[in-house]
């Protein structure tokens, strides 16, 4: 958490046209590494090459040293959920891979992922990712002001069921800006908890992270990598978003 535990964090004119710029920065980071992603590429070169392009852009990566966390990019290999270590393992085909990144640009964070295929992957996989990518749409879309936190996560929680698929309910979306993790905690689930009223002016980070098995997780020997206990894929998909008048601006 940050210096804003119990409330959310509002945004001047100018720190929002700073997340803007920031936010582009890392969506243009995400796309280049989109196209960088093939079997046969080590997660070690996909981090090598966000971390340049993060800071040739004049911003700062969001992640590395963050808790000590070693790198530019959190690299979640198949079952891996979130954290993983990029490494000099090459990605292989069938493989999908969850690619997080944050940027810091101004003093203000933005944070984003997409999981990507790595060549001919299995139906369940493609599944999977869909019906993830469909879950932050729609929770995106559920955003303005007024609005509890309960309500996004209920509409996160009810695509990714009705696809035959549920959250990883350990881990959560956050609040962000002048820390990269700040309040509210965002589930992924409905948890039976109306949460707090969202305010117009303050960003969140949406991101429905999927599993197509069992929800229960595990940490590796590494003390990052945040896996699932049965093995079983999952997928990560993440916007950092802009609460308006009337709804929500993708900043990333």
């Known amino acids: 958490m940050g210096k804003y535990d119990h409330t959310f964090q509002i945004f001047t004119e100018e720190q929002i046209e700073s997340l803007r710029e920031g936010g582009k920065i890392l969506h243009d980071c995400l796309q280049m590494l989109t196209e960088l992603a093939k079997p046969g590429v080590t997660t070690a070169e996909l981090d090598y090459a966000a971390e340049a392009f993060i800071k040739d852009h004049e911003a700062l990566p969001g992640f590395k040293g963050y808790n000590d966390f070693p790198a530019t990019l959190c690299t979640s290999v198949n079952d891996v959920c979130v954290h993983g270590i990029p490494s000099e393992e090459e990605l292989r085909e069938g493989d999908i891979v969850g690619v997080d990144c944050g940027v810091l640009y101004k003093d203000l964070y933005t944070d984003s992922c997409t999981t990507l295929a790595m060549g001919n992957i299995s139906g369940n996989a493609t599944k999977l990712m869909e019906a993830t990518r469909e879950a932050l749409h729609v929770g995106i879309d559920s955003i303005r002001p007024g609005i509890r936190i ?49 305010p117009e002016g303050t960003i969140l980070a949406i991101e429905p992270i999927s599993t197509a098995g069992s929800y229960d997780i595990r940490e590796d020997p590494d003390g990052w ?5 049965d093995n079983a894929l999952s997928a990560h998909f993440e916007h950092t978003v802009l609460v308006t008048s009337t709804g929500c601006e993708i900043l990333t």
Not at 181 to 194: E, L, M, S, Y
Not at 225 to 229: G, Y
């Open 150 to 198: 309960g309500s996004v996560s209920d509409t996160i929680h009810k695509k990714l069921l009705e696809r035959g698929f549920d959250a990883v309910r350990p881990l959560t979306g956050h609040g962000l800006g002048d820390t990269l993790h700040q309040f509210p905690d965002i589930p992924n689930f409905n948890a039976g908890r109306a949460g707090p009223v969202i």
């Open 225 to 229: 990598s945040l896996r699932t206990k």
